[in-house]
């Protein structure tokens, strides 16, 4: 009785068995929260908050209302791979946004997160407002799940 008491007590307290969060499947209707997923949402504004930093501390020409949004898949181990431009304002402003997405690496993946990738749609933009949004939904042609972090600073 006492083996399967501290075989029991190992397997609920080993923390390798702990729970991942499910993101919910495409066309369910339902909209993944701050309060429903904490571990992915924790993780996009801890990348957030060094994009920002990055971005804040960046020299370069910019106007208001300028501002690029690119694709881009971070791997489990905190690579990125398949960059590309998704909203293009002029070559100098896009390539200097590259940068700064490229000079923040992001952290490997956290406990619970059950995914071997992330397809991100990073926004840098400057207006005259400040805002950090993020969300996360799925693209409709490949219902691939995509993570939004919107970054826009006070031009």
Request: a neutral charge; hydrophobic letters at 35%.
């Given at each position: 009785?006492?083996?399967?008491?501290?075989?029991?007590?190992?397997?609920?307290?080993?923390?390798?068995?702990?729970?991942?969060?499910?993101?919910?499947?495409?066309?369910?209707?339902?909209?993944?929260?701050?309060?429903?997923?904490?571990?992915?949402?924790?993780?996009?504004?801890?990348?957030?908050?060094?994009?920002?930093?990055?971005?804040?501390?960046?020299?370069?020409?910019?106007?208001?209302?300028?501002?690029?949004?690119?694709?881009?898949?971070?791997?489990?181990?905190?690579?990125?791979?398949?960059?590309?431009?998704s909203v293009y304002q002029n070559d100098y402003?896009?390539?200097?946004?590259?940068?700064?997405?490229?000079?923040?690496?992001?952290?490997?993946?956290?406990?619970?997160?059950?995914?071997?990738?992330?397809?991100?749609?990073?926004?840098l933009g400057y207006e005259d407002f400040e805002?950090?949004?993020?969300?996360?939904?799925?693209?409709?042609?490949?219902?691939?799940?995509?993570?939004?972090?919107?970054?826009?600073?006070?031009?």
């Amino acid at each position: 009785m006492k083996k399967i008491l501290i075989l029991l007590l190992i397997f609920f307290l080993n923390p390798l068995s702990s729970k991942c969060e499910e993101l919910y499947p495409f066309g369910s209707g339902k909209t993944a929260t701050k309060e429903t997923h904490p571990i992915y949402f924790g993780y996009m504004e801890d990348y957030a908050k060094e994009l920002r930093k990055a971005f804040e501390n960046k020299k370069m020409f910019a106007l208001c209302h300028w501002g690029t949004s690119y694709y881009l898949t971070i791997t489990r181990d905190g690579e990125i791979k398949d960059m590309r431009v998704s909203v293009y304002q002029n070559d100098y402003f896009d390539q200097k946004v590259k940068e700064i997405i490229m000079s923040v690496k992001p952290l490997p993946f956290r406990d619970g997160m059950n995914l071997d990738y992330m397809k991100f749609s990073i926004y840098l933009g400057y207006e005259d407002f400040e805002d950090i949004h993020f969300s996360i939904g799925a693209d409709a042609r490949t219902t691939d799940k995509c993570f939004t972090v919107h970054i826009t600073l006070k031009k």
